[in-house]
């Protein structure tokens, strides 16, 4: 940020990590370390390494605050929105326009969207499940052969990390990304600004005195 600063940059939103004991190529490639899970599936011990740098980082931010008097600074808490997709993600899915119809649970998983008239009802299915992968297994994910990866049959090289069939039913792409059904799930928590520090939109955080801080 300081570079960036010293350069002319006066506008800058800051996103804290992801939970990493999320991803399933962290579960998967040292299961004992990443031992024990919680009831998403997610590692303790890596998602409580991960809010500790979240914690160093907001401290950073706030401090650069005085160094960096002309520029707007909006801290995203990217991580909580993450794990409550990830938590969640069962019971939030593909996008459906609710000016069809909608109950008030229905409007109240709404809360926080910025669109709030669409909204992910279908379901994901597990979140560690990777749709582009290779092996089966509790979660399709071989890290010798990832996404993309092909194998040898007969003397040929074949193609083995494939896709699943339906991405948009998927929250992690290969082990490590999310789908682009995730991603949109995730920007639509953030852009409204309740994620943010100060709580202000995406939009408003690059105007000081109306936005970041």
């Known amino acids: 940020m300081q570079k960036v600063y010293s350069l002319g940059g006066r506008y800058f939103w800051v996103h804290n990590t992801a939970p990493l004991g999320c991803l399933t ?3 998967e490639l040292l299961p004992k370390l990443a031992a024990p899970r919680d009831d998403a599936g997610c ?5 409580a390494a991960a809010r500790f740098f979240n914690a160093r980082l907001r401290e950073t931010v706030d401090r650069l605050r005085a160094a960096l008097p002309d520029a707007a600074r909006t801290y995203v808490d990217v991580y909580s929105a993450k794990y409550r997709l990830i938590s969640q993600a069962k019971q ?3 996008y459906v326009d609710l000016t069809t119809g909608a109950g008030e649970e229905t409007l109240e998983i709404a809360a926080g969207l910025k669109n709030w008239w669409v909204l992910f009802v279908a379901g994901f299915g597990d ?5 582009c992968g290779y092996g089966g297994g509790e979660y399709n994910f071989d890290r010798d052969i990832r996404c993309g990866g092909k194998v040898e049959v007969n003397g040929t090289s074949v193609l083995a990390g494939k896709s699943c069939d ?16 995730a991603n949109r799930f995730v920007f639509e928590l953030i852009v409204g600004g309740k994620l943010s520090d100060p709580p202000v939109p995406r939009r408003q955080a690059c105007r000081r005195g109306g936005g970041g801080r």
């Open 25 to 27: 190529y962290a579960v």
């Open 43 to 47: 590692s303790v011990a890596y998602n």
């Open 92 to 94: 939030l899915g593909t």
């Open 127 to 131: 979140p560690l499940l990777v749709c």
């Open 166 to 181: 339906d991405p948009s039913r998927s929250v992690s792409w290969d082990g490590v990304h999310f789908t682009e059904a």
